[in-house]
């Protein structure tokens, strides 16, 4: 099969600096990491510096909450009812450039990919005599992964989806090379461009990485970049870009490893169990919540010891009774009061509030099986397969199986899919591409619904004010 992948197709040759001042990175800097040459003086030290990265993607604005939450109230599963004014904005597509949650959230994904860029760039020039040829290849091949699915967020965010204009529309800056002292202002890279990257960098990885067997603890197996992550991220980036045959195929790849498969019950989050692809590790003393960060802050009532902002939308609710015992909402939902002081109904996937030890699922087979059916039906329409696939999750569900006589067109099985994936993935952050890619409005009724239509100015965040005001190569978002 001849494959068309996005970085031939291009042909890019990118190579940025950092586009922020030494001083706004020595605040960013947390107090623990090495400097210079010590970062990487050693096999001990280089680690240290990877995992800093890891570390890095459980802050507040990673993967401690913000994000996943922007995904589902910027779309139609969560109803926001919290106080805080910069939230609300995004909410309501009321935002601002100035806004600092979007300000700090900029600067915090920049931060992990400087991480990442001087692992990349550091580790095969370490001399300590222990540390092999072959281990230091998968340290950069881990940090390839994570400055991949940094910038897939970052891109996810910022600029609109492949679908409005082929993927040739403004993205982000394209930062691939650690700061090392003399300041770059780069332009944002196209849309294509950052794929382009992304595509590249999982690419070289895969080669280099573990399998998630060759770890032999299960924090380890899931919680680091693997094969089979960086397969399901690249499945993911191809899935965003109607790339479906190639979807399919790594797609196929993750769920043929032996590490991965569906869970049989609700049972799995927080586990480490075969069901996790790639999470970030959570504990009671190492965790997101900086200041109000944390899953469980925004996901659970402030009766559960939470803030109660983000209980689930009349929309989603509506979904989930489309079929009376869904298990995805019947186990997995309390009431409690919520922000507003009034009884709403509360995910039950981030349960500690108290102490938001909740991993973060950021992969999970779950998704991998979603993404081959959708994959398979939009090259082949309604098939055995691809029902197959879906009844898995139905079965797990409690609901009743599928047949190929359940769908009278192809377009009736996609949205039957989309609306699974919907219930299957809710409050994981997803919810905003999955209505974009498929060119629909992020809300239809409530506060902003004129401006959630699909392709406008407000679906997607402003490039923050203070980054147009430092770097005059940066172009506003239209609208801002």
């Known amino acids: 099969m001849n494959k068309k992948y996005i970085i031939a197709a291009l042909g890019l040759s990118l190579s940025v600096g950092l586009f922020s001042c030494e001083k706004q990175l020595d605040e960013l800097k947390p107090e623990q990491d090495l400097t210079g040459e010590a970062a990487f003086a050693t096999e001990a030290t280089t680690m240290s510096t990877l995992y800093g990265v890891y570390s890095t993607l459980q802050n507040y604005e990673i993967y401690g909450g913000l994000t996943q939450v922007i995904g589902d109230f910027q779309a139609d599963n969560v109803e926001f009812v919290g106080s805080f004014p910069t939230l609300q904005e995004i909410a309501n597509y009321n935002v601002v450039g100035s806004n600092s949650s979007i300000q700090t959230l900029w600067q915090v994904y920049y931060r992990a990919i400087l991480r990442a860029n001087k692992v990349i760039a550091k580790t095969p020039a370490v001399t300590d005599p222990g ?36 993927g040739t529309n403004l993205s982000v800056p394209l930062v691939l090379e650690s700061f090392e002292g003399e300041i770059d202002f780069p332009e944002r890279a196209t849309l294509n461009e950052v794929h382009a990257q992304i595509e590249q960098d999982l690419m070289e990885a895969i080669p280099n990485l573990n399998t998630a067997a060759e770890f032999g603890d299960p924090s380890e197996m899931r919680g680091r970049a693997t094969v089979g992550a960086a397969q399901a991220l690249l499945a993911r980036l191809y899935l965003y870009r109607e790339n479906w045959a190639q979807a399919e195929e790594y797609a196929r790849k993750v769920l043929e490893a032996p590490s991965y498969e569906l869970a049989g019950d609700y049972g799995f989050y927080n586990a480490n169990s075969s069901e996790d692809v790639f999470t970030i590790q959570n504990s009671a003393i190492d965790n997101g919540r900086t200041g109000s960060g944390g899953l469980a802050s925004y996901y659970r009532p402030a009766s559960d010891g939470g803030r109660g902002d983000a209980p689930f939308s009349d929309d989603l609710i509506a979904a989930y009774q489309e079929e009376p015992g869904d298990l995805r909402f019947t186990s997995l939902s309390s009431e409690g009061v919520a922000a507003d002081a009034e009884t709403h109904l509360f995910t039950l996937k981030y349960p500690d509030a108290a102490n938001n030890s909740d991993n973060s699922p950021v992969i999970r087979v779950t998704e991998v099986v979603l993404t081959l059916a959708e994959a398979i039906a939009q090259q082949e329409g309604v098939t055995q397969e691809a029902i197959d696939l879906m009844n898995q999750l139905r079965a797990r569900a409690g609901l009743p199986l599928w047949t190929t006589a359940t769908f009278s067109s192809k377009e009736a099985f996609i949205d039957a899919i989309l609306n699974e994936r919907r219930k299957e993935l809710a409050f994981e952050g997803f919810r905003r591409m999955d209505l974009l890619r498929y060119e629909k409005p992020l809300r239809t009724s409530g506060e902003g619904a004129d401006k959630a239509v699909f392709g406008g100015n407000y679906t997607i965040l402003p490039i923050p004010q203070r980054e147009l005001d430092i770097n005059p190569s940066l172009e506003p978002n239209p609208g801002y």
């Open 131 to 166: 540390f092999t040829e072959e281990e230091k290849v998968q340290v950069v091949a881990e940090a390839k992964f994570l400055r991949a699915l940094l910038y897939l967020n970052l891109s996810n965010l910022f600029s609109q989806p492949y679908q409005v204009s082929d």
